[in-house]
């Protein structure tokens, strides 16, 4: 059973920098792409960044791009999401998902990924 569980969510402050973690279990995850994404209250969830087989390779929506960082740790089978200059426009629910199909192209659509985590709270105050 593949299992996700996303943590490092909580209060922070506008200009401070976050990073969430995602513990992934229940499959080898070493050759699929590792997602994030997020869901403001009152908006749809959107995608934030991707990373594939090596750190190498990422993919950013606009709405992170040059603030925020995807990583993982194969070995801990671990996902990470850094976001930098966080804005209150940040605040939301972070997902971790994982895309099975990988094959060397990093995709936004959520439809791509086929196993999500329950997501973390991001709150950023003024």
């Known amino acids: 059973q593949v299992q996700l569980v996303e943590s490092g969510g909580g209060l922070v402050h506008a200009g401070d920098s976050l990073r969430l973690s995602c513990a992934a279990s229940?499959?080898?995850?070493?050759?699929?792409?590792m997602g994030w994404f997020r869901q403001a209250p009152g908006k749809e969830r959107e995608f934030v960044g991707a990373?594939?087989?090596?750190?190498?390779?990422?993919y950013y929506g606009d709405s992170v791009k040059g603030r925020a960082t995807v990583s993982r740790d194969n070995a801990k089978n671990m996902v990470f999401l850094q976001i930098n200059r966080l804005t209150l426009e940040d605040t939301a629910v972070y997902y971790c998902?994982?895309?099975?199909?990988?094959?060397?192209?990093?995709?936004?659509?959520?439809?791509?990924?086929?196993?999500w985590g329950q997501g973390t709270q991001v709150t950023v105050s003024s």
């Open positions: 990373v594939g087989w090596r750190n190498s390779t990422t």
């Open positions: 229940g499959r080898t995850f070493n050759r699929d792409a």
């Open positions: 998902a994982v895309d099975r199909d990988y094959r060397g192209a990093l995709y936004s659509e959520q439809s791509r990924y086929a196993y």
